[in-house]
């Protein structure tokens, strides 16, 4: 006998399964997605497709060993071709364009590079719910889970299904709690959701800050740019809970201007002691 249940919430794992890009001639080609490795006496070409945080990682590191590294970016002016600053041997190009069979890379401005090894640091297919069926409540489209509101919740469903977890570009454990603490809220019945035509309106208000933004459909659930924090607050707000905790939003953002400033030493050198000193002010409470 099957057992009963009443409700059921998808907590969304980020890192499965890879994103790998599709562009005529890549397919072809010898493709590292997670590593490569590149010895001294081996000196190697590389092209990291791909800009955020594991390709700026990866290609620093890799640009110390190999001949040259380029990086394509599919966010870059299609003219861009920059040497980037403290190497001699690392270059940000605008996206690839196609590749060729002898394993020269075009990019999007016409120039072309012959590549070694080519690596994606593309991150991964985000969303996926196969075992939801083709007769679920919710679309898939371009990294976009449609409609949910506030990221959380079927409107069509709710609050029988929930989704934890959705949110990218955020400091995930506190945003997922709360997030657990808002659905068990409105399932024990001492949260109340809106009505549909009330969380419909949510979500098109979404979707209008994205055009206003010009940002693609697949950042609907980007975070970056501080709306973490608010979101946290409201999920707070909703639960009872406290906020999140000054010293936390202050360290996250002077976190990020030191990677700026110091894209090399971040992890070793910072400026933000007092906040360090805040937070294990504030810890003693739980010890």
Request: charge should be negative.
């Amino acid at each position: 006998m099957m057992p009963s249940w009443f409700a059921m919430a998808i907590i969304q794992s980020l890192a499965s399964p890879p994103y790998l890009v599709q562009m005529p001639g890549l397919e072809s080609r010898c493709i590292a997605t997670i590593t490569v490795c590149l010895s001294h006496s081996l000196i190697k070409v590389v092209i990291v497709i791909g800009a955020s945080a594991s390709a700026v990682d990866i290609s620093r590191d890799i640009a110390s060993v190999a001949k040259e590294v380029h990086i394509a970016d599919r966010s870059a002016p299609t003219s861009t071709c920059e040497q980037q600053p403290e190497y001699d041997n690392m270059w940000l190009h605008s996206m690839i364009d196609h590749a060729q069979g002898d394993g020269t890379v075009v990019f999007q401005d016409g120039s072309s590079i012959k590549a070694d090894v080519i690596m994606h640091c593309t991150g991964y297919y985000l969303y996926d719910f196969p075992f939801l069926g083709d007769d679920s409540t919710i679309t898939v489209d371009d990294n976009c889970v449609d409609p949910l509101y506030k990221h959380v919740f079927p409107i069509e469903v709710a609050p029988d299904l929930s989704f934890i977890g959705v949110p990218w570009k955020v400091i995930p454990f506190p945003l997922f709690e709360l997030q657990s603490k808002w659905v068990a809220g409105i399932l024990s019945g001492r949260i109340k959701l809106p009505s549909k035509d009330e969380m419909m309106e949510d979500v098109k208000a979404i979707y209008s800050r994205l055009e206003t933004r010009g940002w693609p459909k697949r950042y609907t659930h980007n975070f970056s740019g501080g709306y973490q924090f608010e979101y946290d607050d409201w999920l707070a707000e909703q639960c009872g809970h406290p906020p999140i905790e000054e010293w936390r939003k202050l360290m996250y953002a002077a976190n990020a201007k030191n990677k700026a400033a110091r894209p090399e030493r971040y992890r070793d050198e910072w400026d933000d002691d007092g906040l360090v000193a805040l937070a294990n002010e504030d810890f003693k409470k739980y010890f």
